[in-house]
């Protein structure tokens, strides 16, 4: 590490991103990415591109995508604020409406980013245990003394709150930002809060295109809210990088958010493939938890989580597994094509049959 570094980012618990290793083929089911590829209109609207434009800068007000985004939420334009991804939005939330010394509340077990940009922006981070069936009690956020993080489908364990759960605590929190991370919401049974912004002044909802739009490698998220919030957001970011998105993913996100149909149907076909992959994984003896996202938080009686993790690596499969209280013995597995579905139980099974 260089001698230059500061101290503050020296010491920093950073966080880890799942692995993208070169060496060999594998079926990739430890970063959550979409297995199918973007809306056939991104394909389109890609060959259409004029790269002389690239000499330019791209429109900073991303007025373009946000059209489209309002379009397809049914939300005016000055409701949504685009990011380069929904990490981004994410930091610009901490750097926007978070003062140093702040107490940020979120579940103990959840993104690893939160707790990240919470030191990353001398925050006070207050991790609230989820109870024993990892689901989250509505109560432990009523009247909070700091601004509240849920991500909803919660990551890693997929469980999702109902959007009157959320509107409960947006209720007992008047004072105080609660931003919901919707990241997964897509592959849930319509838990999606962005409606509840007509109804709530201190609601921001961040999404991302890198799940069900299938755009992991484009970088694109979305942030709804009041003017008031998404202008805070605009503020931050002309404060960072005035240009955050690119013109060519400024552009296939348009051409995204307009087909619906498409993002529906993927979305319903990874469903039903993470149906039949929790019901496979306990035939083989596994606890699923009960997931609304496009991966399942698992574990076995008969192997622990990193042995597993680490044999399944070893037959080209990649899970991600978290060495962390609570949650050590389980895998967390994206939801693939229903071959990579297979194939996973599959190694699964010649696992268990030699230990």
Known sequence: MSRFIGSHMKNMDVYAPGEQPQ??????????????PPSPKVKERL????????RLYPDPAAKRLRQAAAAAFGLPADCVFAGGGSDEILGFTFMAFFDPGDRVYFPDITYGFYPVY???????ARA????????????DYFGRDGHIVIANPNAPTGI?????????????NPERLVVVDEAYVDFSEDKTCVGLIKDFDNLLVIQTFSKS??????????????????????????????????????????????????LRAIAAKIAGTRGRMAAGLKELGFEALPSEANFLFARSKAIGGEELYKRLKDKGVLVRHFNKPRIDE???????TDYEAGVLLEKIREILEII
């Open 160 to 172: 999702a709150l109902e959007k009157a759960q959320i509107a409960e605590i947006l209720r007992n």
């Open 47 to 54: 060959a259409e591109l004029d790269t002389d434009r690239l």
């Open 213 to 262: 739009r299938a755009f992991a490698g484009m970088r694109l998220g979305l942030a709804f809210g009041r003017p008031e919030l998404t202008g805070g957001l605009e503020r931050a970011k002309y404060a960072f990088n005035p240009y955050n998105i690119d013109m060519i993913s400024m552009e296939l996100g348009a051409a995204a958010l307009g087909d619906t149909a498409y």
């Open 330 to 336: 389980f895998v967390r597995i994206t939801v693939g």
């Open 118 to 124: 919470a030191g990353l922006f001398g925050l006070s």
């Open 128 to 139: 609230v245990p989820l109870k024993d069936d990892f689901t989250i009690d509505i109560g």
């Open 23 to 36: 060496d060999k083929s594998y079926i990739k089911l430890n970063t959550n990415e979409c297995p199918y």
